[in-house]
């Protein structure tokens, strides 16, 4: 199991209004390299694309000037334009702003790399790594990783790495070449001035356990003690996918435990908002058993906020069938849907206001951009 380290960031998050979020439901196109599985199959195409929503986050045309979290998808951002990425946020991006993404597999010897050219933010995950090629042969495994940029109120670039923890399919096998690296270290992000409390897993993280004790339940005992020692909460929890079963039941077990079963003893997550980013239905290379559908993009608070059910092409609100939460569910196209995240937690019984709306919904232009949709 992994442990939570803390990580206070300078970033001035405005008091008294919501923040807002843009996330990329974009696709994934992964080769067929048998030793490194998750690779990208066309990098450099994949890379064009990305950068096109870079550079929509830098042009900020109408509302998007507000953005503070641009989220993209577990395994999108080719390992070669990782700096390219970041040397666009720390040159272009405004100060404040959060950017996470998910990278392409690698080897650890190359994780380790990136680790040490970041070392100042990332000390006791590369001391982690550092014992792991200490105890064994595995400087060959695997990684699967993600990235969080930030970039400060005062304009300085921070810059956070995180492995993923859970094992994925390729290691359902009996060869040990496919098996991945499991990180032990992942940050939770204590903003400062501002009491805004956040944190990313990749995927099936975020139901991990074993006979003992689970990821998740690691994540509501740190916010726990954060509430019961400085009355903060968690106030945010990101899950990047690139997942073909996005709605799978294991899924939404944890989803019930999380906001359902443990609230009543777990103040620090009773107001989380979850945001699950996965890649779009355009995603190819992945084998998976059974019916696979990419997509359904999500963003879940608790019940309290009791938003109507609510059908559009391109998303719909419901009750992910039954459970005490609100969710809003995108579709499997690939978009850009930017919301703004809840400021009050609780209906305010003098208002009939939605905590969480919707300011724009973006389609590839056909070209290389993005383009608005128009309402309705």
Known sequence: MYRIVDKPINVEFPQGHHLHALVCQTPNHVGDDPCLPCGLAEPEKQWL?????????????????????????????PADRVEDALVLIRDQFRPNT??????????????LEFLRRYRDDNEEVLASVREDLASGDVEGVPVNWCVTAIKEADGRLRVFLQAKSHP???EETIDSVHDL???KVF???RCTPVGFNFTTMICIDYIYRDLYRSNISEVITRANQLFFQTRQRLDLLVVLECNPKPEHPAFRDVVNGFYGEYLSRAPGVRETVT???????ETTGIACKGECTYGYSSVIIHGSHKINAIEFADFASDD???????????????????????????LDPRTTRFPLKIHGIYRPDGTSGWVQMEEG
Request: proline share 6%; net charge positive; glycine share 8%.
């Open 98 to 111: 959060v950017t996470i993404f998910g990278v392409e597999h690698v080897r650890l010897t190359r994780y």
């Open 187 to 189: 940050p939770l992000f």
């Open 320 to 346: 992910f069938d039954g459970l005490p939460v609100c969710r809003l569910r995108f579709g499997k196209e690939s978009r850009l849907y930017y919301f703004n995240l809840p400021l009050f937690h609780e």
């Open 168 to 170: 994925f399919g390729g």
């Open 275 to 281: 945001i699950f980013c996965n890649t779009s239905e």
């Open 49 to 77: 694309h990305l950068r096109s929503i870079f550079q929509l986050a830098v042009a900020a045309p109408g509302n998007l000037k507000r953005l503070h979290f641009l989220i993209l998808p577990e395994s999108v951002v």
């Open 181 to 183: 690296y499991r990180g």
